[in-house]
C-alpha cells in the first residue's frame, strides 16, 4: 500500500519529469544565441576551439517521424560561431556505431536516402525565404534555397550552388562535423539581430526525423513555422564589396549522321557569369554567351494524355530566388516558365537548343517586408527553327504581411526583335503561334509580342495547418484583346488525422502566355477546373506499419458551354512500414469528352478520336516498394484497365544496388500495353533505362544514362564526368549520342568539355 508520503514523493517526481519534458520540447520561436569566435575557428571536425566550448547548444531534438511524441533516442547538439567573414557551425550526432547509409559520395544527395544533418537559415527572418546546407557521415554536401517557408518539399531547390566548408570526423559513439560558410556565400539583411533557423536531423537507417524546434508528424520539420530564433550579440557584419565572376570554356566535337553521314563540326567557346552584391540582401547575376551543356538529362517518358508534361529546371542561372516567377498563378497557368527561354520543341518533338545571348536577374530583398526579382534575357537568331532574336522580361514585386503570407504582383512580357522568319514552321508550340485561315489554307504567324499581369495572394497560418491562395491573370497579344484571363484559388487545411483541399480555377480560349506553361491551351475551347482531395491518416500501434491513409479525390473540367469534359473520381489507401517501405492502392473512373482530335499512340499513324465522341473507362493501380535502406532495394507497380475505346496495361519497376558509398547502378522499365480496336491503335511500348553512378572520391563523379524509348523509336546515351577540382569550379567532360534500336547504328553523337572557375573578388 502506498502512503501518503510516498504518493506524494511519486506526484513530485512526475511533475519533475513533465516540467523536463515540456522544456526539453522546444516551441517555435525558441531563441539560440550566437556569439563572436574571439579566436581562429579550423575547421577539422573536432570541435576543440573556444568558441565552441562557450557556444549555445541546441539539443533535445524531438521526433518528427515515425512518431511526434517522444525525444529522439540518439541525441543531436548543434552550435553556432561566427567572425568578420564567415558563419560557423557544428555537429555532435550521438550513435550507436552501426553503419551509416550514404548512399554515394556525390555532392547534393538524395536527402531522405542518406543519414544527414542540416541547418536552415532565415537570415531575412521573414518566415518566407532562406537557405539549407546539410552533412552526411561521410562528409558530402548539399545546400539549397528554401522558398515559401518551406511547407513543402518542393519549396527545396538543391540546384543552388554556392562556396562552403566542412569536415566529418567519426568516432564510435558518435559523429562530428564542422561547417565554415563566408557570408558572401548567401544573402542576408543588414541591421537584423534576430534570424530564423532550425535543425534537422535524418536518421535514414532508423526511419527517423528529428528537429530541435517538436513538429507535428504531418508537417515538414525544416519548415520556418517550425523553427527557432538565432539572436546574434550584435547584428551581422556588413557585408563589403561582394563580386563574383565565373567564367567558363567550353568545346567539343559533334556530327549528325542523318543529315551528312560525312561531316564533322567542332566548337570553342567562352562565356562568364558574374554575381554582384548590390546589398547584403539583393543580388545582381549577369551571364554572357551561358552554357548548359553540363546539366543533368531529363528522364524520358511515355507520355499518353492530351496535355504536355513539365520537366523540372536545372540550369543554375535560373534557380536563385526562382520561387518568385516559379509559384505565380496555378500549375496549369503558369505566367512564366524558364525552360521556354533557350529550349523549344521542333515539329517532331525533340528538344532543341535556342543559343542565349544575355541575361540579367536583380533579385532579393529590399526591406524587411518586400521582395522583387527582375529578369531579362535576349535569345539569337536561329534560322534553322524559324525563330527571330528575342527577349523575355519577367518582373515580381512581393510584400510580406503577418507571419508567413504574401502578395505578389508579376509582369512577364516577350519580344521578337528581329524579322520574321520565312521558315516558320520548323518550330512548333501551340502556345507561341497563331493560326490563320484563308479558305482551306492554315497558317502559323509569329506572334511578335506577349504579355500577362498577374496578382497572386497567398494566406498561411501561423502553424502551417491552414494554407489558401487565390490569382488573377490577363494576358495580351496582337491576336486577342477578349476572353484572355485566368484566375482561380484553393484551400488547403492539414491535421494529424485529417487533411482535405478544395480548388476552382478557370483559363479562358484565348489567355496566351507563350514564356509559361499552360498544357490546357489547343485542348480546350476555355476550361473550368473543380477538384477536391480528403485524407484521414491514422497511426496504429504497430511495430510494422507507421500510417495507414485512406483517401478520396474528385477532378472535373468543363468548357464554357457548361459540358463536362473530363471527370476523374478516386479512392485510395496507403500503407507506409517503419522499414521504409510502403503499398499504395488506388481506384480511378475517368471520362472524358473530347474536345480536340486525339490519338494517345501516335496521331499521324492511326484514327484519332473526334471532338464530341464520349469514353469512360477504370483502372486500378498498385505500388510497392522495398526497404530502401538495403543495398539491393526494388519497387514495381501495375495498373491495368479500359482505356478510351480499349485497353492499356501499365507496368513498371525499378531495381538498384548500391557499392555505399562508391555508387550504384539500377534499372528502370515502363511497359504500357495500349490495345485499341481497328485502326486507332495497338502498340507495346517501353522505355528501358539503366542508369550507372561511380564517385570515385567526393570531388569526381560519372554518371552514364541509358535510354530505349520505343515510341521514339531512339536509345540514348549520355555519359557525364565531373570533378569539383575547387570549392564551386568544376571540370565536366560530356558524351551524347543517339542510335536506331535494331542495328545501334548511331544517329549523331556529341562530345563537349566545359571548364568553369568560381573566383571571389
Partial sequence: MINGRHLYSLLAVLLLVGQSLAQTKHAPGTELPIRRAEDKITIDGRLEEAAWKSAAVATDFFLNYPADTTLARFQTEARMAYDDHNLYVSFVCHDDGSPNIVQSLRRDFDYTGNDNVSVMIGPYNDGINGFFFALTPEGVQMEGTVAAGGREPDNYNSSWDNKWYSEVTKEADRWTAEVRIPFKSFRYKNGLDTWNVTFVRYDRKRNSVSSWIATPIQLIPNSFAYSGKLKWDAPPPEQSLNVSLIPYVAGGTAADHTVNPEKKSTDLEAGFDAKIGVTPSLNLDLTVNPDFSQVEVDRQIINLTRFEFRFPERRQFFLENSDLFDRVGWPDARPFFSRRVGLVQDTSGTLRKVPIAYGARLSGSLSPKWRTSILHMRTKETASLGLPDQTYTAVAVSRNFWKQSNVQFTYVEKLSVGDNLSDSSKYFHPSLWEE??????????????????????????????????????????????????????????????????????????????????????????????????????????????????????????????????????????????????????????????????????????????????????????????????????????????????????????????????????????????????????????????????????????????????????????????????????????????????????????????????????
Fill in 436 to 761: 490563320k485561315v484563308a479558305g482551306t489554307t492554315t497558317n502559323k504567324v509569329l506572334n511578335t509580342y506577349n504579355r500577362t499581369a498577374t496578382v497572386d495572394l497567398d494566406l498561411l497560418s501561423a502553424d502551417n495547418s491552414w494554407y489558401g491562395s487565390v490569382y488573377a491573370s490577363k494576358s495580351f497579344d496582337a491576336f486577342a484583346s477578349d476572353d484572355n484571363v485566368t484566375g482561380g484559388g484553393f484551400v488547403q487545411y492539414t491535421k494529424r488525422t485529417l487533411q482535405f483541399f478544395v480548388m476552382h480555377t478557370f483559363i479562358q480560349e484565348n489567355y496566351n502566355a507563350e514564356p509559361g506553361f499552360v498544357p490546357s491551351r489547343g485542348v480546350y475551347p476555355g476550361v473550368r477546373n473543380s477538384a477536391m482531395a480528403i485524407n484521414r491518416p491514422i497511426y496504429p500501434k504497430s511495430k510494422k506499419i507507421v500510417k495507414i491513409t485512406p483517401l478520396a479525390d474528385l477532378n472535373l473540367s468543363s468548357i464554357p458551354s457548361g459540358t463536362v469534359t473530363d471527370r476523374t473520381a478516386g479512392l485510395g489507401l496507403n500503407f507506409d512500414f517503419l522499414n521504409t517501405g510502403f503499398i499504395n492502392l488506388r481506384y480511378n473512373h475517368t471520362f472524358t469528352e473530347l474536345t480536340n482530335e486525339f490519338n494517345p499512340i501516335n496521331p499521324d499513324k492511326y484514327t484519332t478520336f473526334k471532338p464530341g465522341e464520349q469514353y469512360t473507362w477504370n483502372t486500378v493501380l498498385a505500388t510497392f516498394n522495398s526497404d530502401q535502406r538495403k543495398l539491393t532495394r526494388y519497387s514495381f507497380g501495375t495498373s491495368p484497365g479500359s482505356f478510351y475505346n480499349g485497353t492499356n496495361l501499365y507496368l513498371f519497376g525499378e531495381l538498384s544496388y548500391r557499392y555505399q558509398p562508391f555508387g550504384s547502378v539500377s534499372l528502370r522499365l515502363d511497359y504500357y500495353d495500349v490495345k485499341l480496336p481497328g485502326n486507332y491503335g495497338a502498340e507495346q511500348l517501353f522505355i528501358a533505362s539503366p542508369r550507372f553512378d561511380l564517385t570515385f572520391t567526393d570531388k569526381i563523379f560519372l554518371t552514364t544514362f541509358i535510354q530505349y524509348n520505343t515510341l521514339a523509336d531512339n536509345v540514348n546515351l549520355n555519359a557525364r564526368l565531373q570533378w569539383r577540382y575547387k570549392p564551386a569550379s568544376d571540370f565536366f567532360l560530356v558524351y551524347t549520342e543517339n542510335y536506331l534500336p535494331g542495328s545501334l547504328t548511331s544517329k549523331n553523337y556529341s562530345l563537349v568539355f566545359k571548364f568553369t572557375y568560381w573566383l571571389n573578388i
